[in-house]
């Protein structure tokens, strides 16, 4: 607080130099009558310092004016009544406030709870207001892999890569078999979905080979690598990288990596003073990778129905979707920063993006996304530090 009520002060003794002062007076918030109390109430009170009379612990010669000049009601009490009546009361009124022009936008009327869990209050105001016509916002209070938008675009991700979990019997039971029925079931509504958009299938399926040409390129690689007696880690010299350009043929766009002029010189400069030198593995890499990953794939999906619908309504005042879409994307993003942006076809082919994405990160959020299931507490405690991890807050 000293720093803007000495601010002008300091300015004078440190630099020489007086500032511009802009009083910001005006409170668009609050009605007068809010406002009027408010000032009477702080100007009962001395804000000077005893020892010092020069300061005060407040800016004692801004006066505080309100911006709006109606004198309707600005609180509401609503009379003891039955948690449904007093939730129809209340959205009625909001509805009046729209219809008045008091708000310009049901966006702007917020509603505070305790906690926005399943409870009776919460539920029957939600029935209330979707009664008078209005959507509900509210992320907190809904389960949000269970979301349409959302699953439709995780399971348009586990298609496109081909995820899947192999998983014993044995282990299919409590919270791990109830994630895999929700993967089932994530699979089987992305498949209808599929079948009746047209656009989307084309891409998908475009992407899948894409996925399918990658691996393969990986395989041929390798399968060289082995052939010839290197390892992962054994260096590459121009001689082996000549050798391979020689011998192998790869589809597009892998054959044009592996006759890059640039990844000669790559090679070549490893090779000389002494410089760290490119090994299988970093080659296999550079020649087999995907040129997009995760949240590319993201991006490109959101220019399919109904996701660019969804974004589109946003200038429509319909935000709901977007909102869980943006939600989504910084999700997957905190995935790329965490493993990386690089989707290798190494990864793909040998089932370790199937496991981080799938058996890690995504089934962290989903048990912890519920957190008053009892059922679920212990598997929370189990997976709490990745979870924070991957999604920032808990």
Known sequence: MENFLGFESKCNEVFGLHPTKIPLDTNYRSNSQIVDKSVELLNTISWQDDINSKVHFRIIDKEIKAGRTDRSPAVFKTSPNSVRNCARTIARRCKEMLDAGIVESPNQIAFLFNSVQSSKPVDEMRAALEDEGFTIYSPRSENFLEIPEVQLVLGLVIETFGLSLDSDQVYKRGDWGEYLDWITDLRSETQTYLRGNQNAFNFIEQK??????????????????????????????????????DSLFLNEPFAGRLKSKSVSNLISRGQSNGRRQITVRGLTTILTSLDWGILDLFWQIMGLDPFKKHLDDVSKGVERHAMNLSR???????????????????????????????????????????????????????????????????
């Open 328 to 394: 989504l994307s910084l999700l997957l993003d905190k995935y790329v920063d965490h493993q990386g942006s690089i989707m290798r076809a190494s990864d793909i082919k040998n089932e370790k993006f199937s496991q981080r994405f799938l058996g890690s990160y995504l089934y962290a959020l989903w048990i912890t996304n519920d957190l008053t299931s009892k059922k679920r507490t212990r598997a929370y405690a189990a997976s709490l530090c990745l979870a924070s991890y991957s999604i920032g807050v808990i």
């Open 208 to 245: 899948k080979k894409e996925v399918k040409n990658a691996t393969a390129a990986f395989e041929a690689v390798d399968t060289w690598f082995q052939n010839y007696g290197l390892n992962g880690k054994d260096p590459i010299t121009l001689e082996i990288f000549e050798a391979l350009q």
